[in-house]
């Protein structure tokens, strides 16, 4: 939420000093931003990856097993416990 809100955020700020992009790309770039992240979070554990971070040279591969990793989330420690009222 907080990548979602500063991307609207410098979206805003670089409206002026990019006067040739339309305010519409740079009002519509977070989502499409959002939604990549939200895939690189999903898929860092899915085996075809695995295999391509294998084909990388070890230099990138470093860098892509960083990013992944620190985009890497762990699911709540109530997922799955009835909630129960009191």
Known sequence: MYLFAFLQWLGLILQPYLPNIPTQ???VAPFPLMILTLLLVNISNAEWVQ????????????????????????????????FDSE
């Open 25 to 27: 790309v740079l009002q």
């Open 51 to 82: 295999r391509w971070l294998a084909t990388l040279p070890e230099g990138p591969r470093r860098v892509v097993v960083k990013l992944l990793r620190a985009l890497r989330a762990s699911p709540p420690s109530s997922l799955g416990v009835p």
